[in-house]
């Protein structure tokens, strides 16, 4: 017998059938989200047909909130992420939302209350510490390397976000004491010490960077016209030094801020400490780590960062 064509071979059968007042459901949503951008129409009308042939026999809207919750649940242990699950919730959201306002007889959106399990977070690969301070031991005299030697030396030995290297100031770095001040999200300052090869490169950027003509005050890091630096231009020199150090994997702010935590984490064990470091701490975490004073950190910091070694100035 000869071989069925591979188009046959590969063909799947076809959905079944919507019950009829489900596939009119279907149909006037569509036209619902006819001014939604084309990505969003897409994703929320497959949803909702995944949703109404799940359903089988039932209509869309007699489904109840434990209904909705058990195929959450299915979906959940074939496989789907919890992302996936929050867009796919999003869109049964959006069906029942406009059912209610079109008057269709329903009086309250099932999905209320409704949350989709969360997803595993993925932790930043990290360097090693070989590979950590490979990347920062920048040599060369020339400007751009001058810079960015200050630039990653500082990512490394303090943890800091990309926005906060990027918008850090003069005012903040107290480089005799070896501390930066550090405005991060929600406004929250912390103080965060710097490290003695850090520091070191800091002033030799300082001195390179005063006879730059034109230089915004009160930038920390600015490029050949004397502009304060972009996030985006920072993470293109991470990325480029990474490749002329001989590092094997792609480096961006973020791995080298996952790094400093991961090094001090690995040498000092206290988490209380790392997390402080790093102003990572949500309501609860803040409520625990506040009563610890920058002393103890510090000492934490001097005891534990591969790249630390700092001498506080005398007072």
């Known amino acids: 017998m000869a071989a069925a064509p591979r188009s046959a071979r590969a063909a799947r059968p076809a959905p079944a059938p919507l019950l009829p007042a489900n596939a009119t459901h279907l149909a006037a949503f569509e036209r619902h989200l006819a001014t939604r951008p084309a990505t969003t129409r897409t994703a929320y009308v497959a949803d909702l047909a995944a949703l109404a042939r799940a359903a089988g026999e039932v209509e869309l809207l007699a489904l109840t909130a434990r209904d909705l919750r058990r195929h959450l649940a299915t979906l959940h242990g074939g496989g789907l992420g919890g992302r996936s699950l929050a867009r796919m919730l999003s869109s049964w959201r959006a069906f029942y939302r406009f059912a209610i306002e079109r008057d269709a007889g329903l009086v309250e959106n099932p999905c209320t209350g409704l949350r989709p399990p969360k997803s595993m977070k993925r ?82 950027w300082l001195a390179a960077r005063a006879t730059i003509a034109g230089v915004d005050a009160g930038a920390v890091f600015v490029g050949r016209a004397g502009r304060r630096i972009t996030g985006r231009a920072i993470q293109r020199r991470f990325a480029d030094w990474a490749v002329k150090q001989g590092l094997p994997q792609h480096v961006h702010p973020h791995m080298l801020r996952h790094s400093f935590a991961s090094h001090v984490l690995q040498s000092s064990g206290d988490l209380r400490a790392v997390q402080e470091l790093l102003g990572h701490a949500s309501i609860a975490s803040t409520q625990v780590y506040t009563h610890l004073d920058f002393q103890y950190l510090a000492k934490a910091y001097d005891q534990a960062h591969p790249r630390a070694k700092r001498k506080r100035a005398k007072t």
Not at 167 to 191: T, Y
């Open 123 to 204: 932790l930043p690969s990290a360097l090693s510490p070989d590979e950590a301070v490979r990347l920062v031991t920048i040599e060369g005299d020339e400007l751009l390397e001058v810079r960015d030697r200050a630039l990653l030396e500082l990512a490394y030995s303090s943890g800091l976000r990309l926005a906060e290297l990027a918008g850090l100031d003069l005012d903040r770095l107290d480089l005799p004491r070896g501390e930066v001040r550090v405005l991060g999200k929600g406004a929250k300052e912390r103080i965060v010490p710097v490290g003695a090869p850090a520091r070191d490169a800091l002033q030799s």
